[in-house]
């Protein structure tokens, strides 16, 4: 298989992809860990030398070669991965599904977790589970342990207001350049 690709890391990516699918043996299909490190370590220069370019068509020989012997053993493992995840996907989908429903009865709308719930059939959703916000703490100390009177905070409002590039002439003027501008329309 020959990749052309304009961008080098869409044919590594592809190259990996499809070396993978068949040299997929793993850890426990071997008698010792500097087994499978010398597997690793071959599959590795393989694809380093598919994605070089360097003797494709003798990689590509030793490629079709292992898919023949081992055929059985790759629809094993890739049989054992789409399993596996399989059994993740269904542990990741969290707890049964919730009903909306106030009054009690069977009748409602089914939901997953984190989902949205119409308020009435057809309605606009609305978000289920929502915990509480925090509430911002204002009046009582800050983070440094100070308390904070009236002057402090209005010192401190003045200064983010022209940090943000907020004046009281820039505003008047804004007020006045509108109004006459409404009259002239």
């Known amino acids: ?3 052309s690709s304009i961008n080098p890391h869409n044919k ?3 190259v990996r992809r499809r ?11 071997f008698s010792s860990l500097k087994e499978y490190n010398d597997y690793l370590e071959e599959v590795e220069d393989m694809i380093f030398n598919l994605v070089a370019g360097d003797d494709v068509a003798a990689f590509e020989e ?3 070669e292992y ?24 542990a990741s989908k969290g707890p049964p599904a ?10 409602g709308i089914s939901v997953e977790a984190g989902q949205y719930a119409p308020t009435v059939v057809g309605g606009q959703p609305r978000p289920i589970g929502i915990a509480l ?15 904070e009177d009236e002057e402090t905070t ?10 943000a590039g907020w004046s009281i002439e820039f505003s008047k003027k804004r007020a006045f350049e509108e109004a006459f501008a409404s009259l002239c329309v």
């Open 1 to 3: 298989m020959v990749v």
């Open 12 to 14: 590594e990516i592809m």
């Open 19 to 29: 070396i993978a699918s068949i040299f997929n043996k793993r850890e426990d299909d």
């Open 62 to 64: 030793k490629i079709a």
């Open 67 to 90: 898919q023949k012997e081992n055929a059985d053993l790759i629809l094993i493992n890739q049989a054992r991965k789409a399993e596996e995840l399989a059994l993740a996907m269904a």
């Open 98 to 107: 919730q009903t909306d429903n106030t009054d009690g009865s069977t009748q």
């Open 133 to 147: 916000q925090p509430m911002p703490l204002r009046g009582g100390p800050d983070m440094h342990g100070y308390l």
């Open 154 to 163: 209005r010192i401190q409002t003045e200064r983010a207001s022209r940090a």
